[in-house]
């Protein structure tokens, strides 16, 4: 999987899990402590920042997704 098809995903499944419990953006970055502006650039698979693991983590955690990690080869 590439980088870019990797954060398509994650900013797919983060905004629709985020939608389906019916918050905001700034309820989601209320519920983890991150920013509104780095929830959405997590959001945003265009984003030139993309987010780190650690943002991943808090938001997977607050919205009850799973992150599973496998080793290339």
Not at 30 to 42: F, H, K
Not at 55 to 70: N, P
């Amino acid at each position: 999987m590439t980088a870019s098809r990797l954060a398509l995903d994650i900013a797919a499944q983060v905004r629709a899990a985020r939608i389906a419990k019916g918050w905001t953006q700034e309820d989601m970055a209320s519920i983890t402590g991150l920013s509104r502006y780095t929830v959405m650039d997590a959001e945003n698979p265009k984003s030139k920042r993309g987010p780190s693991l650690t943002t991943v983590y808090y938001l997977f955690l607050a919205l009850g997704l799973t992150l599973e990690v496998r080793a290339a080869g």
